[in-house]
């Protein structure tokens, strides 16, 4: 079962009368900016990703045990 053009012509109408030209424009201009968001988003992935530094040290080097016990213990 297709939709012939009559069935498309009276379910465009329907829609017109029910949200209103106004509405649908706006709807059609929300719709394009999120396309738009999404395609940047998209191209912002593809981007090289920042170099991460394995120079760091972990969090506990340089603690004495007492010091670690008290940070852990305070939790």
């Known amino acids: 079962m297709s939709l012939g053009p009559w069935q498309l ?6 829609i017109l009368v029910l949200f ?21 988003g998209m191209n912002e992935d593809d981007a090289p990703a920042k170099r991460i530094s394995h120079d760091a040290k972990p969090a506990d080097e340089g603690l004495t045990p007492d010091q670690v016990k008290q940070t852990t213990d305070s939790k």
């Open 9 to 14: 012509i009276i379910i465009a109408i329907v």
């Open 20 to 40: 209103g030209r106004g509405r649908i424009s706006e709807m059609m201009g929300d719709f394009g900016k999120g396309i738009k968001s999404f395609k940047q």
